[in-house]
């Protein structure tokens, strides 16, 4: 099964519009971890946030926001006033602790086109 | 600070031809991946090495696909012999010690895109 579900293949916004990408996770540990990266076309993942399964409070970072909420098993991010470089595909991954602590499980990824 | 260094950035072979890739962690990262991105995909691990030590890599084809980090720094993945089906980016990654509670965010390398005729 997967452990990392992120069920909108692609979304388009046009520029200035908010958006919300979706992420799902499985695990039965009490304490992991949830990523998100970003991947822009020149192909580098870059690292977005970490979070800990016992901090549910909301970040927010600029114009990037994140939901984390334990009782539907969701991280979803959120980006206010979408710009064209916001264009990329994003992954969010989840870690769980133990000697899985380092073995990241990544979703498919989201594809954002974000257009002027 | 430097990030993770790849090279090369793309490959053309021809099938059954060998391949080498290598990585160059971020320094101070002891723990280094190989991970294997088809189009469209999420990255899939290959291996994870602690210093020199392979911890996982039950999912590393073992029949045409090895790998080595010697001196805990620099790694090389190579594929011997190369298939149609290997064409993908081979992305590195090198993340801290994995000591539950501090951070194990994984940094990438830019990868290779390999693409086997």
């Known amino acids: 099964a997967q452990k990392v579900t992120q069920a909108q293949t692609e979304i388009s916004v046009v520029e200035k519009e908010d958006v919300t990408l979706d992420c799902v996770y499985e695990?039965?540990?009490?304490?992991?971890?949830l990523f998100w990266y970003k991947q822009p076309p020149s192909g580098e993942l870059v690292f977005l946030i970490r979070?800990?399964?016992?901090?549910?409070q909301n970040e927010i970072s600029g114009r990037y926001s994140w939901n984390f909420q334990k009782s539907t098993s969701s991280f979803n991010f959120t980006i206010t006033a979408s710009q064209v470089v916001d264009s990329a595909v994003y992954f969010c991954?989840?870690?769980?602790?133990?000697?899985?602590?380092?073995?990241?499980?990544f979703g498919s990824g989201t594809k954002l086109n974000v257009k002027p | 600070e430097a990030g993770v260094v790849q090279s090369p950035r793309y490959k053309i072979i021809e099938k059954k031809q060998p391949v080498a890739f290598w990585c160059n962690p971020i320094?101070?990262?002891?723990?280094l991946y190989w991970y294997l991105q088809n189009l469209g995909q999420g990255p899939e691990l290959l291996i994870r090495?602690?210093?020199?030590?392979?911890?996982?890599d039950s999912q590393l084809p073992k029949d045409r696909f090895s790998a080595e980090r010697l001196k805990g720094v620099d790694s090389t993945l190579k594929i011997q012999p190369a298939e149609l089906g290997d064409s993908a980016v081979y992305l590195c990654?090198?993340?801290?010690?994995?000591?539950?509670?501090?951070?194990?965010?994984?940094?990438f390398g830019p990868g290779t895109r390999l693409t086997v005729l």
């Open positions: 990654a090198s993340s801290l010690d994995g000591v539950a509670g501090v951070g194990n965010e994984q940094f």
């Open positions: 695990t039965r540990d009490t304490t992991y971890y």
């Open positions: 979070r800990n399964s016992f901090d549910e």
């Open positions: 991954a989840l870690s769980e602790d133990g000697d899985n602590f380092n073995k990241f499980y």
């Open positions: 320094s101070g990262h002891n723990t």
């Open positions: 090495y602690e210093n020199e030590e392979a911890v996982d």
